[in-house]
């Protein structure tokens, strides 16, 4: 007996003693990174690709991970994908990642290449930069739940820019569920209390699908997303709350309860909304219904002297007093299209129809009215209320217009008006059943109003240069007075 428990003792000793030199051994730098190198040869193999680290440690007994200058290329069908990081950290449940480089190559030009109004962003052209702290509370076979304490990344190129990324997420594998999420860009930041996310399943035919189960809200500068998406932001700096619920799938995306105002509240405006074929360029569609906006007297002004274009009747815009909008538009391929009532403190316009089509660069569209004072609008005194439908189209071409500079100078804009005044007062005069003809060459803007009736026949042909002035535009008249009518013959 005593010769067998000194065996059994021999052994226990013998293993304990081996698991003591392994432990020790597993922790030198020389076991660790042969065991390094047979890992990432194993690995590249497994996925064909190149991946390389320098160096790990790890501390089995206070359960730590260093792992340095770890780098990997993807090569995708159109697009390769190289991947590196400084140094990864693990500390127990704490994750640090440091300088985490994503760079894509599609080996094709920016799509920005000639396209000035196109932003820089780029799927198949990335540089980022990123660091990523995270602390994992519970993890199990088929869960997870981590929180994301600070995070950061940045493209310089482009002008992707996150200086502040946390939030806390958990997922089944079936589902991930994103709670507090807080984005803060330069001047924006934004706040998604909560996403709901069903995760794509190719096997089972499960497509992506994600909603907000409470609004997600912001303080937005539009500034902030100009280098990435659309460079006529780049002198928006007007500070803009945001509210709306979100969802969507792989393909879709839907916005309700869209609410959107100034800080002073003298600009707001409620709208529902969507995007539809996310996934083709050619089919993409942006729609949305405007229920109700308002915008007091200067504040539309303001909103478009943040944007770099010519501006034309600013003066003109200020004598409506407060606007308010209800309608629809819809951004197609190249094309976008406006409808709805127009209400302004002179009277109401409805808009038919105006379409920017970016294609021919040519405005377009159809406008009426019942009641607006035009005298009021244009500082024309003696023009009092009218009735009248319009057609206009205006060219928004640079190319064009800067010829059309060169040649004769001017301050208008270049097009034509074409209305039908079913109803007109000017001075103690009042007409019905008149047309009205209008074309500007930029420089001169020359018009021809045609007035017959039973009393008298006349033109009234009229020029003016200056949108701001329009009041002292030269007319002149044409008038033949019918004294006596013929009578019929029976």
Not at 65 to 71: E, K, Q, T
Not at 177 to 195: C, G, K, L, S
Not at 295 to 319: C, R, T, V
Not at 327 to 338: A, H, M, P, T
């Amino acid at each position: 007996m005593k010769t067998l428990l000194k065996i059994t003792g021999g052994i226990v000793g013998g293993i304990i003693l081996l698991m003591i030199v392994a432990l020790i051994a597993i922790n030198t730098d020389y076991v660790q990174n042969k065991a390094l190198h047979y890992a990432t040869g194993k690995l590249s193999e497994r996925l064909r690709t190149e991946i390389k680290a320098e160096s790990i440690s790890i501390n089995f007994l206070k359960l730590t991970l260093d792992l340095h200058n770890v780098s990997a290329v993807l090569h995708g069908k159109k697009t390769d994908h190289f991947i590196s990081v400084q140094s990864l950290h693990l500390r127990g449940y704490s994750i640090e990642l440091d300088n985490l480089k994503l760079v894509t190559n599609n080996y094709k030009p920016r799509k920005n290449v000639g396209k000035p109004k196109r932003g820089w962003f780029d799927a198949g052209h990335l540089d980022i930069t990123a660091n990523l702290k995270m602390h994992i509370n519970h993890w199990q076979k088929d869960s997870i739940n981590a929180s994301i304490i600070k995070g950061t990344a940045i493209d310089t190129l482009s002008g992707f820019h996150i200086n502040d990324l946390h939030m806390r997420v958990a997922s089944n594998l079936k589902k991930l569920y994103v709670q507090d999420a807080f984005i803060r860009q330069r001047n924006t930041e934004i706040h998604i209390p909560e996403v709901e996310m069903q995760l794509p399943s190719k096997k089972k035919g499960i497509h992506l699908e994600y909603h907000t189960t409470s609004p997600l809200t912001a303080q937005v500068i539009l500034q902030d997303i100009s280098r990435l998406f659309t460079p006529a932001l780049a002198q928006f700096t007007l500070p803009l709350e945001l509210s709306v619920n979100v969802s969507g799938s792989d393909s879709t995306m839907v916005f309700d309860d869209i609410q959107i105002k100034t800080e002073d509240k003298k600009f707001q405006l409620a709208a529902t909304g969507g995007i539809e074929h996310l996934t083709n360029k050619y089919l993409l569609n942006i729609s949305f219904h405007v229920d109700k906006m308002t915008a007091k007297q200067g504040s539309a002004a303001h909103i478009i002297e943040q944007f770099p274009i010519k501006k034309y009747m600013m003066k003109q815009l200020g004598n409506l007093g407060n606007i308010s909008y209800k309608g629809d538009f819809s951004v197609l391929r190249k094309r976008e299209v406006f409808s709805g009532l127009i209400g302004t403190g002179v009277g109401d316009i409805s808009l038919q129809s105006l379409i920017i089509n970016d294609s021919t660069k040519y405005i377009s569209g159809t406008v009426g009215t019942n009641n607006l004072e035009l005298g009021k609008a244009i500082e024309m005194n003696d023009i009092g209320m009218i009735a009248a439908n319009a057609n206009f189209e205006f060219d928004i071409s640079k190319v064009r217009t800067a010829e059309m500079r060169q040649k004769h100078g001017g301050k208008l804009p270049m097009g034509s008006v074409s209305a039908k005044v079913d109803e007109a007062k000017y001075k103690i005069l009042k007409v019905r059943n008149t047309t009205l003809d209008m074309s500007s060459d930029g420089a001169v803007a020359e018009g021809l109003l045609i007035i017959s009736n039973r009393i008298l026949d006349g033109k009234f042909s009229f020029t003016f240069t200056d949108t701001n002035e329009m009041h002292k535009m030269k007319v002149k008249p044409a008038v033949k007075v019918k004294l006596f009518s013929k009578k019929k013959k029976d």
